[in-house]
Structures are given as C-alpha cells and as structure tokens.
C-alpha cells in the first residue's frame, strides 16, 4: 500500500516509538485554523493479535504519539505523558493505514493539554486525550 499523501517519514528520537514500525508524519492547519499534526502507521503482521485485528498495545501507543506530537517542540525540553485517556471504537486490519490526527487543547508552562482522533480510511477508529507533562532540564 502506497504511504498517503503529505507524510513523511523522520526516524524518532525514541527508540520505542521506532521499534513499532514506520510512523510517518504531516503537519497542516486544520479547518478551524488551529495546527494539526497527523501520524500513520501502516498494521503489519506484527501488530494484529491472533483474529487479525490491530492489537489494543498498538493502538495506544499510536494514541500516546497522536497526542504527544503536537505538544512536543523539537527545539524545546522534553515531554511525557502523565495521563491517557483512550476510547476504542473499532479496530484496524492488516494492510490498512491507521491514521491518527493530533491537536493542543491547551498550554501553560509546565502541561499540554492535547486530544486525537484516528482513522482507517475516514472511519473513525479511536479517541484519545491526554496531559503531557514538560519536563523541565
């Protein structure tokens, strides 16, 4: 399957986020003229569980990058999250595209308040919401 339009791919600084695949990335203004950034990773063998469906573990870690990517800054301190909060709907299947879309609800200066939503083909597939905390060096 092709990788959808305006992703690229940039290995990660974590070596966790790299080990669960290729998960490229694209950052656009949404409609409501706030920034998003989206993630996709393409379900592989290794990540559905024994029916053929994406396992929950993937799809929580997509929801932590999800909501972590638009909170981090890469010229700023590091993040992490503190609190995940994930709503699954359905899951994604072998070969399709989980394509996950990230924004900032809020900032201060020490919490980012941030939300995603992920899709297979325009279908919704999660919700999630989380609080990262940043971590000050």
Known sequence: MAIPEGYEYHASPSAFVNHIGKIYHKRVTGADGQPEV????????????????????VMSSMAEV??????W???GPPIVAIELSLQFIKAPKLGEWLEVCGTVSK????????????????DLVF???SIQKIIKT
């Open 73 to 75: 800054d890469p010229d």
């Open 127 to 129: 919700t999630a919401s």
């Open 66 to 71: 999800g909501t972590a990517a638009p909170a």
């Open 107 to 122: 900032r201060t200066r020490s919490l980012v308040f941030s939300r995603a939503s992920a899709y297979v083909a325009g």
């Open 38 to 57: 989206w993630s996709a990773l393409e379900i592989q063998e290794h990540h559905v569980n024994a029916w053929g469906l994406c396992h929950g573990a």
